[in-house]
C-alpha cells in the first residue's frame, strides 16, 4: 500500500506538486497521467526517497519515507525515464550492479540477477555491452534492473517511449505480467496503453491531482460530442450540398478521399441524442433518395483521451499569485489547527496534572485519618 497525503514540492517561489493525496493498493497497475511538467516525475522522486517533500507524507507499506528512505528504497524498483545505462557494464554486469545498489545477499546475488534476466528476454543479450542494444533491449534491460530482487513495488517511468510498436506490446505485456505479484505506477504518454495495461488512473495537472478512476469509469464521464465517421460512394457530388441544411447535424467536413474515389466524411451532430437511430435513418433515406451510396456509419467512442483532454481543459486557470494565496491560506489554516491542538493538548495536561493532585491529596488526607483512628484505638 502507498499513501501519498497532502505532499508538496516547492522550488522558490513554484509549487511542482501542491497537496497531493491519492492511494494504491497492493496488487494495483495504476497508470500516472499528466502533460510535460505536470509532476508525475516529481512525484515519483518523491515516494522512491529521492528528493524529499515540503511538505506532507508519504507511507509505503506503513513506513514513513520521510524517516525511513533506506527501508522504502529496499521495497522499490525504480525504472527511470530515458534508460540510463552504464555504457562499459554488460546486460549482466549492469543488473548485477543495480542487486549490490539494493543490497541483495551475496548468496541469493546469482539467482535474482537469472531471475531478471528471463524475466526481460534478455537472456540471448546478456553478455553484450548496454551500448551495443538497440532502443528496445536498452528499455528492457533499465525493466530488469528495477525488477531485480523481486521488490514489491515498482515504479515505471515512460517504460515505452520511443520504442516501435513491436517493442511497445513486447513491453506492455511484460507489464501485465506483474499483476497481483507486483504493485506498480506507471507513468506514460500514451493513453491507449494506460487504458489497456491498467486498473486505475490518476491524472495530474499542474502539481495538482484532478482525477482518481477506472479508465472505464473516466471515459463513460466524458461528454462527448456526437460524432460519427461515414463513408459513401458519391458519383454525382451531392452529398455535402444534400446535408448542408440537415436540421440534425451540426457540422461535417470531409477528412479522406480513397483511391477508389469513396469518400470518407466526420459528421457532427447538433445535440446528444437518447437514440441516434433517427439520424441513421434519415442520413440513409437521403443518401437513397439522392443516389449516394452509404458504405457504413461509425459512431466515434468516448477514449480515455477524451476523458483525459475535457478534464485539463475544463480546469481554472490560477496565477501564481492565486495560488501562492490558496497555499498561504490553507498552511495558516492547518497552522491554527496545530496550534489549537496543542493548546487542547496543553489543557489535558494540566488537567490530568490537577486530578493527580486532587487524587494525592485525598490519598495522604485519608492516610492521615486511618493514622489518627489507629493512634486513638492505642490509647
Not at 513491436?166 to 507486483?182: A, N, T, Y
Request: include cysteine; charged fraction near 40%; aromatic fraction near 6%.
Amino acid at each position: 500500500m502507498i499513501e501519498v497525503k497532502n505532499v508538496s514540492k516547492k522550488y522558490g517561489d513554484f509549487y511542482a506538486v501542491r497537496n497531493v493525496n491519492f492511494n494504491v493498493k497492493d496488487g494495483e497497475i495504476v497508470g500516472f497521467l499528466g502533460r510535460n511538467g505536470a509532476g508525475k516525475t516529481t512525484t515519483m522522486n518523491m515516494i522512491t526517497g529521492f528528493i524529499e517533500p515540503s511538505r506532507g507524507e508519504i507511507i509505503v507499506n506503513g513506513v514513513d519515507v520521510d524517516s525511513k528512505p533506506k527501508k522504502v528504497k529496499k521495497m522499490i524498483g525504480y525504472m527511470p525515464e530515458g534508460t540510463p545505462l552504464y555504457s562499459d557494464l554488460t546486460v549482466k554486469e549492469f543488473i548485477a550492479y543495480m542487486a549490490d545498489l539494493k543490497c541483495i545477499k551475496h548468496k541469493d546475488k546469482k539467482e535474482a540477477v537469472e531471475k531478471a534476466i528471463m524475466q526481460t528476454g534478455l537472456d540471448k543479450v546478456r553478455n553484450r555491452l548496454t551500448r551495443n542494444l538497440s532502443r528496445g533491449f536498452k528499455q528492457r534491460v533499465s525493466l530488469a534492473g528495477a525488477l531485480v530482487g523481486d521488490p514489491e513495488i515498482l515504479i515505471l517511468d515512460e517504460p515505452t517511449v520511443g520504442l516501435d510498436p513491436k517493442q511497445v506490446k513486447e513491453i506492455r505485456e511484460l507489464i501485465k505480467s506483474f499483476r497481483k505479484e507486483h504493485t506498480v505506477i506507471l507513468s506514460s504518454h500514451i493513453l491507449t496503453e494506460v487504458s489497456q495495461i491498467c486498473e486505475k488512473v490518476i491524472i495530474i495537472d499542474k502539481g495538482e491531482i484532478i482525477a482518481v478512476d477506472t479508465p472505464e469509469n473516466l471515459e463513460k464521464s466524458v461528454e462527448t460530442k456526437q460524432i460519427y465517421i461515414v463513408n459513401v460512394e458519391d458519383a454525382e457530388n451531392k452529398f455535402e450540398e444534400v446535408f448542408k441544411d440537415d436540421t440534425q447535424i451540426k457540422e461535417f467536413k470531409k477528412i479522406e478521399t480513397n483511391e477508389d474515389n469513396t469518400l470518407v466524411y466526420q459528421i457532427e451532430l447538433k445535440e446528444n441524442l437518447p437514440d441516434d437511430k433517427d439520424f441513421r435513418k434519415n442520413f440513409a433515406i437521403k443518401c437513397a433518395e439522392n443516389n449516394i451510396l452509404n458504405l457504413g456509419i461509425k459512431k466515434e467512442e468516448a477514449s480515455l483521451e477524451d476523458a483525459f483532454i475535457q478534464l485539463i481543459e475544463s480546469r481554472q486557470e490560477l496565477s501564481n499569485e492565486e495560488i501562492n494565496k490558496i497555499q498561504y491560506e490553507k498552511e495558516l489554516e492547518e497552522l491554527r489547527e496545530e496550534r489549537q491542538e496543542k493548546k487542547e493538548q496543553k489543557e489535558a495536561i494540566k488537567e490530568q496534572r490537577k486530578l493527580a493532585k486532587e487524587e494525592k491529596e485525598m490519598k495522604e488526607e485519608s492516610e492521615k485519618e486511618n493514622k489518627d483512628d489507629s493512634e486513638g484505638g492505642e490509647e
